[in-house]
C-alpha cells in the first residue's frame, strides 16, 4: 500500500496568515492526489484534485502543488471558516490512501 | 442537486452482518463510481472500497476483503455495503462518496451513517 504522511499534524494559526500542509507519498503516485477539508461532525469537501486543479466553489485562496512523491496544500490569508482538519488522498492506485490529517487550530 | 443519504447504521454485535446503504439522487447515478470511506471516533479518513458506475469492477482495502462486499443497484440508484463478522475495529462512520467521474477521487459525500459494533 501506498503510505501518506501528512505534516505537520497540527498547526496553530491566526486569521490572515498564509499555511502551508505538506503530504508525502511512500513512493511516486505522479499527480494523482486530492486535498479534502473537514469539519467537526461533517463530511469531507474536495478541495483540489489532480494535485494542483481548484475544485468548483472553492476559494481561490487555497492552492495545490506538486508531483511525484510532494506535495503541498496552501492556504493564504486564512478565514474563520478555514479551521478544520485537512486530508490528502493518493488515487494513483489501490487501495486508496489518505493521510493521517492535519488539525489546523486558531492560534 | 446532488444528494447521497446512507441508512442501515447501527449498534451491532460483534461476528454478526450488516448492510449499509446509500441512495442517490440530483444526478444520473449509473454514470458515476461509487465509493464507501470510514472514520473511527477521532481518527482519519480510511477508504473502504469502491464500485465502477456499472458495478462490473469492485475494489477492496485489503484487510477487509473477504469480509466486505460491494454492491449496486442502477435502476433504484442505491449502493449497499455489506459487512460480516463484525469486529470493534469495524466502529465507525461510513460514508458513501461519489466519484467525480472514473477518477478515485470523490466531489460528492453523504452524511454518514455511525456503526457501533459492541456486546
Known amino acids: 500500500d501506498i503510505q501518506m504522511t501528512q505534516s505537520p499534524s497540527t498547526l496553530s494559526a491566526s486569521g490572515g496568515d498564509r499555511v502551508t500542509i505538506t503530504c508525502r507519498a511512500s513512493q511516486s503516485i505522479r499527480g494523482w492526489l486530492a486535498w479534502y477539508q473537514q469539519k467537526p461532525g461533517k463530511a469531507p469537501k474536495l478541495l483540489i484534485y489532480r494535485a494542483s486543479s481548484l475544485e468548483s466553489g472553492v476559494p481561490s485562496r487555497f492552492s495545490g502543488s506538486g508531483s511525484g512523491t510532494e506535495f503541498t496544500l496552501t492556504i493564504n490569508s486564512l478565514q474563520a471558516d478555514d479551521f478544520a482538519t485537512y486530508y490528502c488522498?493518493?488515487?494513483?492506485?489501490?487501495?486508496?490512501?489518505f493521510g493521517q490529517g492535519t488539525k489546523l487550530e486558531i492560534k | 442537486q446532488e444528494q447521497l443519504v446512507e441508512s442501515g447504521g447501527g449498534v451491532a454485535q460483534p461476528g454478526t452482518s450488516l448492510r449499509l446503504s446509500c441512495a442517490a439522487s440530483?444526478?444520473?447515478?449509473?454514470?458515476?463510481?461509487m465509493h464507501w470511506v470510514r472514520q473511527a471516533p477521532g481518527k482519519g479518513l480510511e477508504w473502504v472500497a469502491d464500485i465502477s458506475y456499472d458495478g462490473s469492477e469492485k475494489n477492496y482495502r485489503d484487510s477487509m476483503k473477504g469480509r466486505v462486499t460491494i454492491s449496486r443497484d442502477n435502476s433504484k440508484n442505491t449502493v449497499s455495503l455489506l459487512m460480516t463478522n463484525l469486529s470493534p475495529a469495524d466502529t465507525a462512520v461510513y460514508y458513501c462518496?461519489?466519484?467525480?467521474?472514473?477518477?478515485?477521487?470523490?466531489?460528492?459525500w453523504g452524511q454518514g451513517t455511525l456503526v457501533t459494533v459492541s456486546s
Open positions: 488522498q493518493q488515487y494513483h492506485s489501490y487501495p486508496y490512501t
Open positions: 440530483g444526478f444520473s447515478f449509473s454514470g458515476y463510481a
Open positions: 462518496a461519489r466519484d467525480a467521474g472514473h477518477q478515485g477521487f470523490s466531489n460528492y
